[in-house]
Structures are given as C-alpha cells and as structure tokens.
C-alpha cells in the first residue's frame, strides 16, 4: 500500500506569495493531521481532521492558514500571503481508529519542505 | 492539558552500548495512546511502537524494548547493543480522540 503522499516534496516562495501544500492519506484512515516542524517549536500539530471536518485548529498560527479536506483521499494547507517565519518542514499525517475514539496508528508523509524568502 | 517530556535533548553513545530514552507524560484523561516515532537524518517520521493507557504490558521487538509504567506517567524506550544506524531523533507522542502532543526530542548519535 502506497504512505501518505506529501507534494511538493520542496517549495522556495518569496514572501507574500501564496503557497499550497497537498496532501494524500493512505486509503482508509479516517484521521488527518498538518503538522509544522522547526528547530524553535518542535513538532506542532496545526490542525487535524475526522472524516473530512476539521476537528481542531487550535494549533492554526493566524488567519494567514487554511486548511480543507474536501474528500477522504485529499487535503490542502494553504499560506496566503507567506512570510519568512513560515519556513518550515510541513507534515502530513493520516491515522485509523479503526471506529472507535482514539487513533490506533499515525503515519507521516515525507514531509515538504518550504522556504520563504 | 496534555504534555510530553523528553529530558535527554541529546545522547552518544558508542556503538554496541546499551541506551534508554526517557519519556514522561501529563494528561487528565485515562484513555489514551502513547507512541514512539523516529526520524533518521533523512528526515521522515517513521512509527515505532504504539501502546494503549490500559496495557502496561511491556514490549520487545528485536533490539528495542519499551517500559511503560502507569503509576509514574513514564513510557521509555530502550535500544539494545546500538547501531549506528540507530542515530536519529526519537520522538515521543501522547494522542487521545486525535490531538496528538508530541515531546520535542531526542537526538541519539551512535559511535562506531
């Protein structure tokens, strides 16, 4: 079975350039999470979904982030307009429960990697 | 509020050495997962281990093993006889009804 699929692997935008990241889940988790990795912060989770309705954005920094996921097989994280404090490692994440409340298993796309300058 | 810390922010050890990664963990809820991730200099998260709040059941699984003890909100992960191939950053992570709140880390180097 194919892992999560993260495009583009690699994105260099110059500041206030709009910046679209996607994202695949592996077929049949119900969960998918965006995460941001930098040296500062760690690894924070932006936002995550269940069944296709976000569930938490808590972790969203500003309104200059969107997300959506309009099927189960596709999700979107936006930047609009991005600035340089968003370089970062982007991650995707999608997860199972297999039915229940918690999340049996979360699994990582390879990440991508945006650079803003 | 769910928090997860790493204390070790790095370790070295030499190669066929033992090494324990510590993990302490806060959380209200009394269902919960935790795991293990690891990231090799590659840079891709890849899932170790997953344990459940109501299983303190230890686990091996070749040269790793992981402690989990409820009563001292600990989860740590050991590495027997390293490699160097072990190097990497291992992450620690609490997830309850899908928030997910991961430790910030810690870097293993193993020495030939």
């Known amino acids: 079975d194919a892992g999560v699929i993260q495009s583009p692997r690699h994105e260099v935008t110059e500041m206030g350039q709009e910046v679209t990241l996607r994202c695949k889940p592996i077929?049949?988790?119900?969960?998918l999470f965006w995460y941001r990795q930098t040296m500062m912060r760690g690894l924070e989770l932006l936002i995550y979904f269940n069944n296709n309705v976000p569930i938490d954005d808590s972790g969203m920094p500003e309104d200059r982030f969107s997300a959506k996921m309009p099927n189960a097989s596709f999700s979107t994280l936006k930047i609009q307009p991005s600035e340089p404090r968003d370089s970062a490692v982007y991650f995707c994440?999608?997860?199972?429960?297999?039915?229940?409340?918690?999340?049996?298993?979360?699994?990582f796309g390879p990440g991508t990697r945006l650079t803003v300058t | 509020a769910q928090k997860v810390t790493q204390a070790q922010t790095e370790i070295s050890v030499v190669e066929k050495e033992d090494v324990t990664l510590d993990c302490v963990y806060e959380t209200r809820d009394t269902t919960y997962y935790l795991f293990w991730y690891k990231q090799p200099p590659s840079g891709e998260l890849v899932f170790l281990i997953r344990r459940n709040s109501f299983d303190e059941q230890n686990e091996i699984s070749g040269r790793y093993s992981w402690n989990f003890q409820k009563s001292t909100s600990s989860f740590n992960f050991t590495i027997t006889a390293s490699q160097v191939v072990d190097s990497a950053v291992y992450f620690c992570?609490?997830?309850?009804?899908?928030?997910?709140?991961f430790g910030d880390g810690t870097t293993l180097t193993v020495k030939p």
């Open positions: 077929s049949g988790h119900d969960y």
């Open positions: 992570a609490l997830n309850n009804a899908g928030k997910s709140t």
């Open positions: 994440a999608s997860g199972s429960s297999r039915g229940g409340e918690l999340i049996y298993e979360q699994y």
